[in-house]
């Protein structure tokens, strides 16, 4: 499985981003996905996941109402829109696939990351 993301940039505190993720490769594959980021000397951090399909999805609490992760299993695709962007938002922000063998995660596939910056 390949992860490639899209969207990212700087935006002004209060603006929007739309992120992107494209998955190529063995697709059928995929469980769960999700979003995660990660700041300067931070650890990297779930942002927000969405199961395989698409009934139920999870958010940090401090993007809650904010953000929202959807999926297109038919164009295999993932996307996080962010809306209300803070400046403690910037981050590098991955795409994350899952791969299950019923409840027991197999694989992790990450993508490259990409930047994206709030300015105050």
């Known amino acids: 499985v390949q992860l490639v993301e899209s969207g990212g940039g700087l935006v002004q505190a209060g603006g929007s981003l739309r992120l992107s993720c494209a998955a190529s490769g063995s697709t059928f594959s995929i469980a769960d996905m999700g979003w995660y980021r990660q700041a300067p000397g931070k650890q990297r951090e779930l942002v927000a996941a969405i199961t395989s399909g698409g009934g139920s999805t999870n958010y940090k609490d401090s993007v809650k109402g904010r953000f929202t992760i959807s999926r297109d299993n038919a164009k295999n695709t993932m996307s996080l829109q962010m809306n209300s962007l803070k400046p403690e938002d910037t981050a590098v922000y991955y795409c994350?696939?899952?791969?299950?063998?019923?409840?027991?995660?197999?694989?992790?596939?990450w993508g490259q990351g990409t930047q994206v910056t709030v300015s105050s």
């Open positions: 994350n696939a899952k791969v299950k063998n019923g409840p027991v995660v197999t694989h992790m596939y």
